[in-house]
């Protein structure tokens, strides 16, 4: 089993797309509704080409956000590598799934992720949110059929696989 | 097939136990500082691309305006400055005074701190906790814990430094914690944030103490982090509840937190030569 290289670039630009898109400042009334960016395009990425976006990018994108928003060291790391985990595990399942039912798998995903979250802001008696706490979880669904056909056709472009 | 699975299997476990490692270190030890200024390094290109966008805009409205816009603004500041100019020499003569009576009980006395202008990068961090990135950092002598103060009162402190840029906590954070005094009457508490961005509260102040709606509570310079005597905010409401021991007391910050672009990098125990050395001047100007 050979690995190719080929697509890095792109993969690599998609995840700082996303890291940008999460930086980025927002009116107050739509900062709560922002999609969880990264989580959402590394979910596709470990269900298109699991043998190549694993736990280790994921967590590593998840101390790069970590740092990126001023949190804790490895709260979204740990978030991150089970989201990788799951999806990795599940990938075979979700590419049959027609895209609505992906959607609410994805729903379902970005749930536990900011479960988790929570639960280390709550250790660190850090939790000072409501709420509108999991409101990203429901944007990001909205955004994931999009985002797939987008992502899909990038790949397919460029023939990452 | 089996093979990738359980290798993936082992690889979430080993990660999340680190992650685990670190978010149990990473509060309570600065062992992580380095890995931290690592990835800020990292991390700083991509807010530098988010901020250009910001700083576009406001290249174009100040680039872009008419000429008889300019020459308000320009009467406008002609004006402030007179009235400044006036106050400080009125300063002057009591810095002067309080220098020498000071002298005689001889206690000393530190003013003019060294200070650096820093503008905010305008990048989203995480949502309910209030926290700014400023353009400054390592390069520039940034230091963990180091004051940040607006042009009309005291912001934040620094929490993380990077080389080209620092992580700023704003007094507001619910996680902050001021120590201050009434400039009335110098009475001390502690002003804590709400995460609200105009609203402070002072903690454990007794129901009998003295205290008022308006009174201007100033910076105690107790913690030894922020320099004393910096405007915090004014007392905005007193509410006493009863069958409680402690008022309820909320501040109005006097810093407009959220409309900051530029903000002052203080240095509390480093004097500033050129200022000093203007205010020597200005004295000796004065005494002839």
């Known amino acids: ?161 | 097939m089996f093979q990738r699975t359980s290798s993936t299997n082992i690889r979430f476990v080993v990660f999340a136990l680190v992650s685990v490692f670190l978010i149990a270190v990473d509060p309570h030890q600065s062992h992580l500082k380095f890995l931290r200024t690592l990835l800020t390094t990292l991390v700083y290109p991509i807010q530098y691309v988010v901020n250009i966008p910001i700083e576009i805009t406001e290249w174009g409205s100040t680039t872009l305006v008419t000429h008889s816009t300019l020459l308000k603004e320009n009467e406008r500041l002609k004006q402030e400055r007179l009235l400044l100019s006036r106050k400080l020499q009125r300063y002057i003569v009591l810095e002067t005074e309080n220098r020498r009576l000071r002298k005689l009980l001889e206690s000393s006395f530190k003013i003019n701190d060294k200070v650096l202008v820093a503008e905010l990068i305008g990048v989203e961090l995480q949502t309910f906790r209030k926290q700014v990135v400023i353009n400054k950092g390592l390069r520039e002598g940034a230091y963990e814990g180091q004051p940040i103060v607006g042009s009309t009162g005291i912001m934040g402190q620094i929490i993380h430094v990077g080389p080209f840029s620092s992580t700023v906590l704003l007094i507001t954070d619910p996680n902050h914690a001021l120590p201050v005094q009434i400039n009335r009457n110098g009475l001390r508490a502690i002003a804590v944030g709400t995460g609200n961005n105009n609203k402070l509260l002072l903690e454990h102040l007794p129901n009998t103490a003295d205290i008022l709606v308006g009174d201007l509570i100033i910076t105690s310079g107790l913690a030894r982090r922020f320099p004393s005597g910096y405007p915090v905010g004014k007392i905005k409401k007193i509410a006493y509840i009863p069958g409680e021991a402690f008022a309820k007391v909320t501040i109005e910050p006097s810093a407009q937190l959220s409309q900051l672009r530029e903000v002052l990098m203080v240095w509390p125990n480093e004097k500033a030569d050129e200022i000093n050395k203007y205010l020597d001047d200005l004295t000796t100007k004065f005494r002839q």
Request: net charge positive; proline share 4%.
């Open chain 1, 1 to 161: 089993m050979k690995k190719s290289k080929k697509g890095n670039g792109i993969i690599a630009m998609s995840f700082i797309i996303a890291i940008m898109l999460t930086a980025l400042p927002l009116p107050d009334w739509a900062v709560n509704w922002r999609p969880d960016w990264v989580a959402v395009v590394l979910i596709y990425w470990c269900m298109a080409v699991p043998d190549r976006i694993g736990i280790f990018i994921a967590w590593f994108l998840g101390l790069l956000l970590d740092v990126q928003q001023g949190n804790i060291l490895g709260q979204n790391a740990l978030s991150m590598t089970l989201i990788a985990f799951l999806t990795i595990n599940s990938y075979q399942r979700m590419r049959a799934y027609p895209l609505l039912q992906q959607a609410v798998l994805v729903c379902f995903y970005l749930l536990l992720y900011k479960l988790v979250m929570l639960l280390i802001l709550v250790y660190l008696g850090l939790n000072k949110s409501d709420w509108t706490y999991w409101m990203p979880a429901i944007t990001s669904m909205l955004l994931w059929p999009w985002l797939f056909i987008i992502l899909r056709d990038v790949r397919r472009k460029h023939r990452i696989s």
